[in-house]
């Protein structure tokens, strides 16, 4: 099994609204990252998990909250987004952090539109 | 620098070979990608390149680097209807090899 999956696949919200996004992986990863996508641009890196730890957190703002409650599952609440952050969210796994050898799998993203 | 630079649109006739180009800037990296990404779907890692490799080739691509220009290239032998989605070439670095820098992403056209 070498899928990422990710729910909802779509997801509207207004700027008031708390919602979260999922991802799950059963390949034994310990990496997981969160990436932002705008339409035709390429992905940016929001955050990544290493060992069920935050590591990195590319200046994200707090709007933006990742939580990684077990080695399988990563989420990211949104709260009071703006609608410049309407984007595809991609979530990605991989063997370890650091190593560039361990392949990311991505999973297909959710679109997300703030209104 | 961290800029990773590709052309942002090739349009090939089935049958024809495609060739999608990128340039990177910093010489520190030691991984070098290819991605593709189809319409509302998430990236597929389609091969990657060590930095101290000039050429890899895996079924109908083939990818060639030139370090000493900061030149990576894929070339699509027999390109297919399929093959068209938007590739993304991206590096990463020994020193934050956990970040993938991708270029500005490639669309491939793939014309019956």
């Known amino acids: 099994d070498t899928e990422v999956t990710q729910t909802p696949k779509h997801l509207v919200m207004g700027m008031t609204n708390k919602k979260s996004l999922k991802c799950e992986q059963h390949m034994g990863h310990r990496a997981m990252y969160w990436y932002k996508q705008k339409a035709k641009k390429p992905p940016e890196l929001m955050f990544v998990y290493s060992y069920e730890k935050l590591s990195i957190n590319e200046s994200v703002p707090s709007r933006f909250s990742p939580e990684c409650p077990n080695s399988s599952l990563l989420n990211l609440h949104l709260h009071a987004l703006q609608p410049e952050d309407s984007a595809l969210y991609l979530c990605a796994s991989s063997q370890a952090a650091g190593q560039p050898t361990y392949e990311q799998y991505f999973g297909p993203g959710t679109r997300l539109t703030v209104t | 620098g961290e800029d990773v630079e590709q052309s942002l649109f090739l349009s090939v006739r089935e049958g024809d070979s495609s060739v999608i180009n990128c340039t990177y800037t910093?010489?520190?990296?030691?991984?070098l990608y290819w991605y593709k990404q189809e319409p509302g779907a998430g990236l597929q890692l389609l091969t990657y390149?060590?930095?101290?490799?000039d050429m890899k080739q895996d079924q109908r691509l083939t990818v060639l680097l030139n370090k000493k220009d900061k030149h990576l290239s894929l070339r699509i032998a027999d390109t297919q209807t399929g093959d068209s989605a938007i590739y993304f070439c991206?590096?990463?670095?020994?020193?934050?090899?956990?970040?993938?820098?991708f270029g500005s992403g490639t669309r491939l056209l793939v014309r019956p």
């Open positions: 991206a590096e990463s670095k020994m020193d934050s090899s956990y970040k993938l820098i």
């Open positions: 390149i060590f930095s101290n490799m």
């Open positions: 910093d010489s520190s990296s030691t991984y």
